[in-house]
């Protein structure tokens, strides 16, 4: 051994091949921390002070090669000075060049997963071979970053401009097939023979077959096209490259100007171009966001794993009830991931639209290449339909999904208790039926919870695990282990009017209906909305939920927070829920919907909303931006965190989670709790203050006047 660090080492084997292995101590996986750079650093201090080594090997003693960069030391480092982190991305990459440096040829044996720093660190090498495999990519813009190991100056160099531009800026992990074609790696061989084509490269270039050094100087001189074309090649992607990513995602852009930027250098001043680009990004409020989301989604897989271990019980057969919207999706959901699936109805003909639905959602699978006709065939036998409760005995796990009734579900969730055998675990996927309540019709309340999946269910990432008074812990485990088996991100809730997400959208749209009373247009908000962010703004959301649907929720959220939801006007939907324009479902609602030639619905504006509001409203008048950003934006936010001040959600990192899986929050602005935080908790509070007098619904809650006070942060 030439050298043991505590996340790399280094053997010498025959022939003077020497093995840098990645095994970072105490880890499942290899990851860039601080601490592996500097291990890595005197790893090839070694390398460089024996006279023996010939050549070297990079290899993982994990099954993944290198995952990236530790993100988790983002935060912290983030916070720094602009040139304090060009200058840590210029010290890691000293130590990234010292290796490329060295006066023996090396290659990468990308074992498994090489992503980020992984990759970087492959590139820093003269030859990559890869297992058939292993995956490799720079999804750094993802975070709202670019590579700062040296990617966007190796990149370009090694295989081309447009190359290059597409790996980093789309950010994709790519298979060895592409990585080769690409000219990302120079070889591919099955895992078992990965170190052993690696050494025999090695032995070419040290019988002088492959010259290794004429590879590296590739990667250590300027682009070689010339300026023009390279300018050209540039503004060509750079212009495509921000069309795709929209004016919200700078950091895609950013890589490709750095990258034009430096494109005449030589590799030193190269990385030093990027260094200072890198630091740049990292300071957006973007990075900061999109790396919160990072760590909460994170924080939200350690907390379902929690859960999980307090006992999820195993889970051979489901069954949903009800075939209707929520129902035939729950099913769908249910068989495409492996599970099998009762599907009980009282009605033939509701049965049939269930399968039919399935059916169709498979079929376009098969369309797309995603799965074959055998596969669709073998899912769609995995969901029984069924008039009744023959096979319930062997159930061990239930989603009610019939009428939003209480005394119909309280009635339904009753009779097939006693179909169930001990232990078997019931969840009723309601609205807005308190799951306290529906618990009273039950024998085993502690068997029972809420699953709240969102519509469509094959899109809606989100599942909230509602947790009654009496739920036990082993049915919140199950729940969250169904869920996760179902390809959903579930987030455990304490039971309260709306659970977590409908409580906090609702004073969304309550702010969105105190603006139109007070003459807003509503067209105007939602292009306001959307272009903050989100997919579709207010107006069209409540289309799109159906209005009926959201003035019955309206109303159970204003019974359960009466001092702040309920409002002693007229509210625009109430109106258009009187004239039954319930939105996309009666082709009218705030807007009209008409078929497209695809049989898309296409929203339109419509004359006669202006003529049924306008008696409820105050006469038109422009609102600024701002204006209508604060007011729609500030009850969601205080509802959030009156969340966590209640105890729904476990932390903030649930909660923004929450938001953006279950109504689309906008990704790069990090949920409600980090939106807040990028506004400043302190500023926050003055900005609710400042619309104080439009009701309890903008009042800054406790906590958040508490944490202003202190200087605490939501996320320490
Ligand atoms: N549609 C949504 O956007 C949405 C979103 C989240 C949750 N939910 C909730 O999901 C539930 C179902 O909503 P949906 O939109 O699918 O309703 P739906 O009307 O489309 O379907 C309800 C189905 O239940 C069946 N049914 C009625 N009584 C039954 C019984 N005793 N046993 C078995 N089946 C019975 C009906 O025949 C019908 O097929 C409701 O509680 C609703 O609040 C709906």
């Not at 050549?55 to 993100?71: L, N, P, R």
């Not at 995956?135 to 990617?151: A, C, D, H, S, Y």
């Not at 939106?675 to 903008?698: Q, R």
Request: net charge neutral; proline share 4%; glycine share 10%.
């Amino acid at each position: 051994m030439i050298y043991s660090g505590k996340a790399v080492s280094v053997t010498l084997h025959d022939g003077g091949i020497a093995e840098l292995k990645f095994d970072l101590q105490g880890e499942s996986v290899n990851k860039f921390n601080q601490e592996t750079v500097v291990d890595l650093g005197k790893a090839v201090d070694a390398i460089k002070g024996n006279s023996d080594v010939k050549g070297v090997v990079v290899t993982s003693g994990k099954s993944v090669f290198i995952v990236g960069a530790d993100i988790t030391e983002f935060t912290d480092m983030f916070k720094l000075p602009e040139d304090e982190i060009a200058g840590w991305c210029l010290k890691s990459n000293q130590v990234f060049c010292a290796f490329e440096d060295l006066p023996v040829p090396t290659v990468c044996a990308i074992n498994g997963i090489a992503l980020g720093g992984g990759l970087e660190m492959a590139l820093a090498c003269d030859f990559r071979v890869m297992s058939e495999t292993a995956q490799v990519g720079l999804p750094e813009v993802k975070l709202g970053l670019f590579p700062g190991f040296g990617g966007t100056v190796r990149m370009p160099r090694l295989i081309g401009v447009d190359n290059a531009v597409e790996w980093i800026a789309a950010a994709g992990q790519h298979k060895a097939d592409k990585a080769l074609k690409d000219g990302v790696v120079d070889a591919v061989v099955a895992g078992d023979k990965l170190f052993d084509a690696a050494i025999a490269l090695i032995k070419q270039c040290l019988e002088g077959k492959i010259d290794h050094m004429k590879k590296r100087s590739e990667k250590l001189e300027p682009l070689k096209l010339p300026p023009l074309e390279n300018m050209m090649a540039f503004q060509t992607s750079g212009a495509f490259v921000a069309q795709q990513a929209g004016k919200n995602y700078p950091a895609p852009v950013a890589a490709v100007n750095v990258m034009q930027q430096h494109g005449g250098m030589k590799r030193d001043q190269a990385l030093e171009a990027e260094a200072k680009g890198f630091a740049k990004v990292a300071k957006t409020p973007q990075a900061t966001a999109l790396v919160g989301l990072f760590l909460a989604d994170q924080a939200v897989k350690k907390a379902n794993g929690g859960h999980i271990k307090k006992g999820a019980k195993d889970l051979n057969q489901a069954a949903v009830l009800g075939a209707g919207i929520m129902g035939g999706g729950i099913a769908y959901q249910s068989a495409s991931k492996g599970t099998p699936i009762i599907m009980k109805d009282i009605a033939d003909a509701a049965l049939d639209l269930g399968m039919g639905e399935a059916s169709k959602l498979l079929a376009k699978q098969v369309q797309r290449k995603r799965i074959d006709p055998a596969k669709m065939g073998k899912t769609l036998s995995m969901i029984r339909p069924t008039l009744n409760y023959g096979d319930f005995a062997n159930v061990d796990v239930v989603v009610e999904a019939v009428v939003e009734n209480e005394k119909i579900k309280q009635s339904v969730l009753a009779e097939t208790e006693g179909k169930l055998k001990d232990g078997a675990v019931l969840a009723s996927n309601t609205s807005t039926i308190s799951i306290t309540r529906l618990a009273t019709a039950l024998k085993k309340p502690e068997n029972f919870a809420g699953m709240h999946f969102f519509n469509p269910v094959h899109m809606m990432p989100l599942v909230e695990i509602i947790r009654g008074e009496k739920t036990s812990d082993e049915t919140v485990a199950t729940l969250v282990a169904y869920a996760t088996k179902m390809g959903k991100n579930p987030i455990v809730v304490n039971d309260c009017p709306g659970f977590l997400v409908n409580r906090v959208l609702f004073p969304y749209f309550g702010g969105f209906g105190m603006l139109m009373r007070d003459g807003a247009d509503f067209q105007a908000v939602d292009k306001v909305m959307e272009k903050f962010g989100w997919p579709m703004g207010p107006a069209y959301l409540m289309d799109v939920v159906g209005i009926d649907t959201g003035v019955h929720a309206a109303k159970v959220m204003a019974d359960g927070f009466p001092d702040r939801m309920k409002h002693d006007f007229k509210d625009v939907s109430e109106v258009l829920f009187e004239n039954k324009r319930y939105g996309q479902k009666t082709k009218a609602g705030f807007y009209q919907y008409v078929l497209d030639k695809k049989g898309k619905q296409v929203k339109t504006p419509d004359a006669t909303t202006w003529e049924l509001i306008k008696p409820h409203v105050a006469e038109t008048r422009e609102f600024d931006a701002d204006e209508i950003i604060a007011r729609l934006m500030i009850p969601l936010c205080t509802e959030t965190v009156r969340c966590l001040e209640d105890n729904i959600v476990g932390s903030a990192a649930e909660a923004d989670m929450a938001m953006i899986y279950g109504i689309g929050f906008p990704p790069f602005r990090g949920g409600p709790i980090r939106h807040i935080e990028s506004i400043g908790i302190k500023e926050f509070v003055a900005l609710c203050d400042k619309y104080a007098h439009l009701g309890k619904l903008y009042e800054a809650p406790q906590l958040l006047k508490d944490m202003a006070a202190s200087g605490k942060s939501f996320f320490a």
